[in-house]
């Protein structure tokens, strides 16, 4: 095995959790994910590329990953073939059906720009300053796309919990009926 390969392999081991969420995140399409997920890493092993440290080179693989996913959604086969950005429902298999799930589906419904900095801040746990360098935004444009995105995450939890109330108000209240209507 070459340096080269051994670098590749390492990457891959260190970085491939992280590039791979990523791409899930934005696209919806098993296949697409894999393809973009091969070219992340088949044009890191084909160039030369020297990093002066880690979080340059997990930077360029995540910058990398952001533009093939976008370069992915404006052509036109992608928009052809999904209709809308995504379906949040091919991306979490009938088993993960729980909290964590409906968590995963109410991030990919939210907008790019809130769901990238999301992402990559709270599930791969990188700092709002790595983000700023990756997404070419300011620190505090990273923060507000975060607060902005929770706002939303929030109300969408808000909404269903509320909606979990109606119904068990009106499940409530069609038992009492049905206990009124036997005893009558």
């Known amino acids: 095995m070459t340096d080269e390969q051994k670098d590749l392999e390492y990457v891959m081991e260190k970085y491939g959790r992280t590039i791979n969420g990523l791409i899930a995140s934005m696209l919806g399409s098993p296949s697409e994910r894999d393809d973009i997920f091969q070219e992340v890493f088949l044009l890191y092993y084909t160039k030369e590329l020297h990093f002066e440290d880690e979080g340059a080179r997990r930077s360029w693989l995540i910058r990398t990953a952001v533009n093939l996913c976008r370069s992915a959604n404006r052509s036109p086969w992608f ?3 999904n209709g809308e950005e995504f379906d949040a429902d091919t991306l979490i298999s009938p088993e ?89």
């Open 79 to 81: 928009k052809l073939r």
């Open 96 to 184: 993960e059906n729980s909290g964590e799930s409906e968590l995963w589906q109410a991030v990919c419904r939210l907008k790019e720009k809130y769901r990238l900095p999301l992402y990559i801040h709270y599930f791969e746990e990188i700092p709002i300053m790595d983000i700023a360098k990756v997404m070419n935004l300011s620190e505090g444009a990273v923060k507000m796309r975060l607060k902005r995105a929770r706002e939303k995450l929030k109300a969408v939890f808000e909404n269903s919990s509320n909606e979990t109330e109606t119904e068990a108000e009106a499940n409530e209240r069609k038992q009492e009926y049905l206990i009124d209507q036997t005893k009558a």
